[in-house]
C-alpha cells in the first residue's frame, strides 16, 4: 500500500470517529456542491447567448468562444487533477479551484468587453476540470467497497440533475436581471462548499518529494497549443479565411506531435498505448461523438427556442428540465441494463434513441407546442442515459487489470474534445448557413444544425458496434 493510500486511510479513520457516519454523507454533500457547479457553469451560459449577440453584436462563430473556451479548458485541465493532488493536497486543491471558480465568475459577471467575458469562460473551464476527478476520490475513499455504489448514486442524482435546473436558474436571471446574472447562479453553491470543505474534505497531504515527481509539461503545452490553435482557427475560418486555415493546419501538426510525445515519454498526460487493446480506439470515437451530441445539443437548444421559436429565456431553461429528470430516472436502471446485456448494444440503443429526438426537434417549427417540444427533448435525454453506463462500462471492460485509469482519463477527455469540437463546428455550420441563406438568426439553419447531430450519432453506431474485443486480463487474485 502506497505512502499516500496510508496518510488518506488514517485521516479518513479520524474523521469518522470525530464525526460519527454523517461524516461520509457530508462529505459527498461538500464535493457534489463544488461538482455540481462546475458542471452547472459549462451549459448555464447557453440560455444568455441571445441577449449576448444582442448586446454584443456578435455572430455565432464569435459567441460559441464562451461555450469551446471552457470546454477546451476543461478538457486540458482534467490532466491536471493528479498533479495537483499529488503536490498541494485535496483539500487545498478543492478549496483553492472554488475560490478560483467564485472570482472568475464575477468578473465575467461584470465584463463590459466580449474578450475579458472568453477570457473568464477560459478560466472557469481550467477550473472546472481539477473539481470533477477530485470530487471522485474523496468519494471513494471516505465510503467502503460495499458502500461505494449507494454513495455514487446520490453523487450522481445531483451532477445529472445540474446541467438540467442550471439553464431554469439561469433563464429565470436573464429574464428579470439581464445576462450578467447568470454567471453568478453558481457563487452560492461555491461558497457553501468552500464553507464545508475544511470540516468534510480529506486534506490528503502532498505527497513527499511531490514537486521533484516528473510532470509532462511539453504534453500540456502540445495539446494546449493544439486546441487553441484548432478551435481558434475553426472559428475564424468565415470572417478570416487564410488566418483560420493556416490556424488549423498548426493545429492538426501540434495534435499529431502531441500524440507522437505522448507515446514517447515515460511520464505522459495520456497512455495511447491502452488504445491497442482491441475495440478501446472504437469506444473513443463513441465517447467523441457523445460529447459532440450532448454539449452542441445543449448550446444549440436555448437558441433554437428562444430566437427560433421566440421563446423566454426561462421557458428555453424550463424546456430542458424534463428531460433531465427523465436521464436522472433512466441512469438508475441503465446500469443493470449494461451488466445484462452487451455494453455496446446499450450504447447503440441510445445513439438511436437520440438521433431520432434531434430529428424531431429539428422538424419542430413555430406552430410546434411548447410541452411537445420539452417530449422531444426528454427522448433524447433517454439515450443519453442508455450511452452513459454502456460506454463506460463496455470501455473498461475491454482493458486488461490495472489499466482502466488510464482508460476512464481517455474516456473523459475525448468525450470534452467532442464536446469543444462539435460545438465549434454547429457554430461555424450555423454562421455559414445563415450568410448563405440571408436569413439572420433564421430557424431553417438551427433546424439543420439538429440534423446535423443526428446523423453524427448515426455514424457513431458504426464504432458503437465494433466496441467490443477480446475477454480482458482477470484481476490479479
Known sequence: MSLATDQRQAEVAAMFERHGSSYRWWAV??????????????????????????????????????????????????????????RFGV????????????GFSVLAALSDRFVLLALCRIGQGSIAGLIQPLSMLVIIDVFPMHERGRAMGAYGLGIVLAPAVGPVAGGLLVDHFGWRAVFLVTVPLCLAAIALAPRYVIAGRPLPGA????????????????????????????????????????????????VVWERSTLH?????????????????????????????????????????????GYEAGLMLLPGGAVLAIVLLQAGKLADRFPSNRVAMAGLAF????????????????????????????VGLGLIIPGLNAGALRLLPYGTEAAGSASINFFRQLGGALGVTLLALFLEGRERQLGAVHGLQPMQEGFFLIAFVYCLALIPAWLMTGRKPNPRPA
Open 29 to 86: 454533500l461538500t464535493v457534489m456542491l463544488g461538482t455540481v457547479s462546475a458542471i452547472m457553469e459549462a451549459t448555464v451560459v447557453n440560455v444568455a447567448l441571445p441577449e449576448i449577440i444582442r448586446v454584443f453584436h456578435l455572430g455565432h462563430d464569435q459567441v460559441q468562444l464562451l461555450s469551446t473556451g471552457f470546454l477546451a479548458a476543461t478538457t486540458a485541465s482534467m490532466l491536471l487533477a493528479t498533479w495537483a493532488m499529488q
Open 91 to 102: 483539500r487545498h486543491t478543492f478549496i483553492g479551484a472554488l475560490v478560483l471558480l467564485v
Open 211 to 258: 514537486h521533484k515527481r516528473p510532470f509532462d509539461l511539453i504534453g500540456l503545452v502540445l495539446v494546449v497549443g493544439a486546441l487553441c490553435a484548432l478551435l481558434g482557427g475553426l472559428a475564424a475560418l468565415i470572417r478570416q479565411p487564410a488566418m483560420g486555415t493556416a490556424a488549423v493546419v498548426l493545429g492538426v501538426v501540434l495534435s499529431v506531435s502531441f
Open 268 to 312: 505522459p498526460l495520456l497512455d495511447f498505448s491502452i488504445f491497442r487493446e482491441a475495440g478501446f480506439g472504437a469506444a473513443v470515437l463513441v465517447a467523441l461523438a457523445y460529447g459532440v451530441g450532448i454539449y452542441g445539443s445543449t448550446y444549440l437548444a436555448p437558441l433554437f427556442a428562444q430566437i427560433g421559436l421566440g421563446f423566454s
Open 354 to 381: 437520440f438521433s431520432v429526438s434531434a430529428i424531431l426537434v429539428g422538424l419542430s417549427t413555430t406552430t410546434t407546442g411548447f410541452w411537445l417540444l420539452a417530449l422531444w427533448v426528454a427522448i433524447g435525454r
